[in-house]
């Protein structure tokens, strides 16, 4: 069936830049109204459906862009909102960007979900079934200027499970892999809502002009800034970005994903791929 919040609640933290506060609010929804965002901010207050159509990749995050309006960096809100079963809802925002929270993880935006106490509707939920393989494949070139192939694959099954595989040639990072299975909502709590993002010492630089001081709430890998939660947390937050970005469908999902080195574009990718089908 499908699932809506009975009250609002707000998320608050810093934009995605760094430069700005944000927040956003939740408000529950009819059925069939699915996952909708409205830009308060600005003049007649547009809506932005969570669809395939409006999915893009924006510098190292999934965003939604409609008409010219955006909404950035969708993965950890939908990741939530998807790993409690939630189909129908309204996500009030402040400015374009969804606010960071908890260390780059979904847990902020879970506990004020389960405080706006998810609840059943009477309207039968519909989901999208992936019916026969489907398969993004790419590549990426090392320092040491050596191709390293990934892929992502989507298989049909009858409930939504993922399986990643992280491995990062010449990086020290032990490659690790992580399983979830979307039997239960407690599944994704307990499991991935925690798991924080990472960056690579190396990479530093580049992403501080990305995320500004944000960057310094991520997991900072091989020097390490905290220690693990799970000792595949990383390829866990990788699974929680894929469930987020394959959210953009607008739809909860019947298949089971293998992704092996993927990450938002291709992500993106097997959404528009899904919807396809």
């Given at each position: ?30 059925p ?6 409205i ?7 547009p ?17 939604l ?13 939908l ?24 260390t ?6 879970i ?21 026969q ?31 990643y ?36 010492d ?76």
């Open positions: 069936m499908q699932k809506t919040i009975t009250f609002k609640s707000e998320v608050s933290g810093t934009a995605v830049n760094g430069k700005s506060p944000a927040k956003v609010v939740f408000e529950g929804a009819e069939d109204t699915g996952i909708v965002f830009r308060d901010d600005l003049p007649n207050r809506e932005i459906e969570c669809c395939s159509e409006y999915a893009v990749k924006n510098k190292r995050w999934s965003s862009e409609k008409d010219g309006i955006c909404v950035e960096h969708t993965e950890h809100i990741a939530a909102i998807s790993g409690l079963g939630i189909t129908n809802i309204r996500i009030h925002l402040n400015c374009p960007y969804i606010p960071i929270v908890s780059f993880s979904s847990w902020e935006f506990v004020a979900l389960l405080k706006a106490v998810p609840i059943t509707q009477s309207v039968p939920l519909q989901y999208k079934v992936v019916k393989p489907l398969w993004v494949l790419d590549h990426f070139e090392a320092l040491n200027r050596k191709r390293y192939d990934s892929f992502l694959l989507g298989l049909p099954s009858d409930h939504f499970s993922i399986t595989f992280l491995h990062y040639p010449e990086e020290e990072i032990p490659t690790q892999v992580a399983h979830f299975s979307a039997i239960k909502d407690e599944n994704f709590i307990s499991e991935l809502a925690k798991a924080r993002s990472f960056i690579l190396q990479d530093y630089d580049s992403m501080l002009e990305y995320f500004g001081e944000n960057i310094n709430n991520c997991l900072s890998i091989p020097s390490g800034n905290a220690t693990l939660r799970w000792s595949n947390e990383i390829a866990r937050h990788k699974v929680l970005d894929l469930i987020g970005d394959l959210m953009l469908t607008g739809q909860q999902i019947k298949g089971h994903f293998i992704g092996f080195r993927s990450g938002h574009n291709m992500n993106i990718k097997m959404v528009r791929l899904l919807s396809n089908t």
